[in-house]
């Protein structure tokens, strides 16, 4: 889902992916899967990172040849490219940034810095409440993580639906059906950025909150 959201993004800001750089921090089961579809895609993933630090490229990496850190624990560091710390991957000068490792990465003291136009964020809650005025206020898209990595969760109900309905869903109607609901949920979210003139997390916001006034209105209290 992060990719599929950082492509619409994109497509949004009129920034093709085969002009678009892109540096992923977090390279497990979110990250990874982002910077190998992004660049499929044909975006330029520069740098990706784990644990112990940062890869960097400014031509690009060949992200399926690194392992993910469940492949191959902190492997990233010994592929070919300048080794930097993680907190400078943040600060690279690329087109879109993901932090999808560990939350509070982005904060007032080095929002600053990102010289990124638009954040994904990959990991749950990756910048801060101060780093988000600051992004805000020099014009940094940031969408934000209950709408960019919901596929987990998304692909989890899927996985319900099978289960009641003793079906068994091949792959690709996966990938289908969630690419579907992923960018349904942009469209809501875009809508409300247009028409309020709010930020993508307070359009978030704004779609979550109507959603649940309208079930509570017509379920009553439940259970």
Sequence with gaps: SVAIVTRAACEYEDRPLSETTVAVQGYGS???????????????????????????DPDGLETRSIPTHAEEPEAVTEQDGEVLPNEALLELDVDVVIPAAVGNVITADNAGDVRADIVVEGANGPTTVGADTVLDERGVTVIPDILANAGGVTVSYFEWLQDINRRSWSLERVNDELETEMLKAWDAVRSEVEARGVSWRDAAYIVALDRIGAAHGARGVWP
Excluded at 42 to 51: C, H, K, L, R, W
Aim: no cysteine.
């Design 30 to 56: 979110v990250g990874a899967n982002a910077a190998r579809l992004l660049e499929d895609w044909g975006a330029t993933v520069v740098a990706v990172s784990d644990v112990n630090g940062a890869i960097y």
